[in-house]
């Protein structure tokens, strides 16, 4: 089946929405996904796309075939329009559930979550915060059908809006007059480790961008609820290292990152270390803001976190 032009355009449209700027999406546009499609049969592969592009939007090839059917594009490409309650949060595919819960504070917090079917024993489970676009790149990719038969475990994606509410309060870019949702957060995640029987020594957390501040920000605050973190294009203040020393850390940042300076990593992957901890960072040189996609497919990343035990 030849693809639809309002489904090109559309799946243009769901890639170019995710958090800006993003080096790895350079020229995309609806001429070169038309394109794409070489042999017109309506299907997107990895040849086609090519591999950067490949990695932006693997994490919805459901049946893990390399290849991006009707079905699956239509997921990829669902419209969000400007109703936030339509969206998933995180930014999260079909094959999660959507949910939402009164904190005690009084606010509310949605969130998106996977469940692995049929689990048999206590699941680790990884907490992913989007940036300020809404989205995270990890949730769908530990998602995947690939990522689960590897590393089977739950996958809790909640949502701020990223204007009046931030992960925790901060101070960059004078945030601090933001709201900060860590009370609910902390309250989902304890609902969600109970209800899911997730293994509470292996709960990890990880986040891109605003969601790399709101990473160093829960293990300042939480270190004794995480056994691992990985910030990806993060900042927070060394002075709180200490806090944070014995918490497994990879850190990752893009030398070039124009949005959130690539210092903000490199000066608290030296505090944490002056501070006894063993931190892991990881820099790419010619990347800018958009690391994330560089991060979660770094080589033995996940083989790493998911050995992490408190």
Known sequence: MKMPLVL?????????????PQ???????????KAADAN??????????????????????????GKLDAAE?????????NDKKNERPGGANSSFTVDEQRANNGQTLRYSLFVPPNATEPLPLVLCLHGA??????ANLLASPASQKKYPCVVLAPACDGRSTRW????????????????????????????TKADPKRVYVTGQSMGGVGTWGLI??????????????????????PKMAKVPIWAFHGAKDPTVPVEGSRRMIAAVMAAGG?????????VGHGSWDSAYSTDGLWEWVFKQHR
């Open 8 to 20: 090109l355009l559309a799946l243009a449209t769901a890639l170019s929405a995710a958090d800006k």
């Open 40 to 65: 017109k049969d309506g299907l997107l592969t990895a040849e086609e796309l090519g591999e950067t592009l490949w990695k932006r939007i693997s994490p919805y090839d459901a049946d893990a075939n």
């Open 278 to 286: 063993e931190p892991k960072y990881t820099e790419f040189p010619d």
């Open 73 to 81: 594009l239509a997921a990829l490409a669902a419209p969000k329009g």
């Open 220 to 241: 300042a605050s939480y270190p004794d609820r995480f056994a691992a973190a990985v910030p990806i294009c993060g900042i927070w203040e060394p002075a709180d290292a």
């Open 23 to 33: 080096p790895d999406q350079k020229g995309l546009n609806f001429e070169r996904l």
């Open 133 to 138: 676009g809404g989205n995270t790149a990890a």
């Open 168 to 195: 925790v309060e901060s101070s960059f870019r004078g945030k601090e007059k933001q709201r900060s949702v860590t009370p609910e957060l902390m309250e989902i995640l304890d609902k969600v480790v109970q209800e």
